[in-house]
Nanobody
Framework: LEQLAESGGGPVQAGGSLRLSCVSS????????MGWLRQDPGKGRDGVAF????????NYGGVTQGRFTISRDNSNNTVYLQMSRLKPEDTSMYYC????????????????????????????WGRGTQITVSS
């Protein structure tokens, strides 16, 4: 059973930075898309960022506005989300998500879009890490 362990969340002042980490208990493979979505109770989901593990191709949601960078360490089955210039509206629960695409070349941006709509019924989700940005 896949387990995704997130870390790095917490309180931060507006304008500050945080780095989230997510370690997968299962090795990455060529069909793996890894990324982050965020959601608050009773609200919709936002796609934040996804990365295709084999190529390193990155896709970002509109909420990032050029402030976040996703990266991966394949040897340690880990993805990172470097967040800078944080704003109060970034306050949310951030979830690490693993999605196995249909092929080694499938678009992870499409996966992020589907995950935004479907939520936890698709892919594998971590428990989430809370980020709270104060003004």
């Amino acid at each position: 059973l896949e387990q995704l362990a997130e870390s790095g969340g917490g309180p931060v002042q507006a304008g500050g930075s945080l780095r989230l980490s997510c370690v997968s208990s299962r090795d990455f493979d060529d069909r793996t898309c890894m990324g982050w979505l965020r959601q608050d109770p009773g609200k919709g989901r936002d796609g934040v960022a996804f990365i295709r593990i084999n190529s390193g191709e990155r896709n970002y949601g509109g909420v990032t506005q050029g402030r976040f960078t996703i990266s991966r360490d394949n040897s340690n089955n880990t993805v990172y989300l470097q967040m800078s210039r944080l704003k109060p509206e970034d306050t949310s629960m951030y979830y690490c998500v693993r999605f196995q695409s249909g092929s080694a070349t499938s678009n992870c941006a499409a996966a992020m879009s589907v995950l935004e709509r479907v939520g936890k019924g698709l892919g594998e989700w971590g428990r989430g890490t809370q980020i709270t940005v104060s003004s």
